[in-house]
């Protein structure tokens, strides 16, 4: 799990929750569960009218990609890519068919397969360069539901609020429910802008991070892989990896 969204989160209550202390507040006035289901209730209700189903279940995805700890495997992918150009420079690049088996990432494996298969360089670049942009269009497109529900949240909130106002103007006969409900209706504003600024857009920006990382680190692989086909040398496939963010032993990458 990326601990910074659940640390981030816990941060940022403790210090909402001692101000409010300070204030002379108590946390137990926020507790409103028709508040959370007016807010919660109306956001979902909202970005599935937004949104296609597809959407939505690549929402659900992203959520999952906002979730987990980010493994940077840059060392790693460099040396396996450095260890491809070894094999092919000696061997010829039908050698790396043997290697087919023991590659894990699909599109790292279908560009070392299309290289095996002889196919033209620039076919490969503009396939694998179509799919890298598709699949970070698609993902997006997911990780923009989580924005689009840190817009709706608070005004759902509002609309809960004045609901529990016009709640409140239905009971003017009765001065002593009057403050208590008030405080009661704007707690749905609270859950509204709390939701969106606390949860819903922070995972939407940890999303877009993520997908950028992957963007190009397939990029990577493209000109690595591109570089193996034209027989480059190690050390200029070297020099190219770190260009691209990779780690290679010896060379700075940014």
Known sequence: MDITIPGGLVVALVFILVGQALEGGHAGSLVQLTALLIVGGGTLGAIIVANPISVLKTSIKMFGVAMKAHKDDSAELSKMLLD?????????????????????????????GMV?????????????????????????????????????????????????????????????????????????????????????????????????????????????????QEGLSTSALAEKIAAYGGKVEGKDSH
């Open 84 to 112: 491809f150009a070894l094999i092919a420079r000696k061997d010829g690049v039908l050698a790396l068919e043997a290697k087919m088996g023991s590659i894990s990432d699909p599109f790292l494996k279908r560009a070392i």
């Open 116 to 228: 095996v298969d002889g196919v033209d360089r620039n076919v490969a670049r503009d396939v694998l360069e179509a799919q890298s942009h598709h699949d970070f269009v698609h993902d997006t497109a997911g990780a923009k539901v989580w924005d689009a529900a840190g817009a709706f949240a608070p005004t759902v909130g509002i609309l809960g609020a004045v609901l529990g106002l016009i709640h409140v103007m239905e009971n003017l006969s009765d001065p002593s429910k009057l403050g208590g409900g008030i405080a009661t209706a704007f707690v749905a504003t609270i859950y509204g802008v709390g939701m969106a600024n606390l949860i819903f857009i922070p995972v939407a920006s940890k999303c877009k991070i993520k997908l950028g990382w992957q963007k190009d680190r397939k990029t990577l692989i493209i000109e690595a892989v591109l570089g193996i």
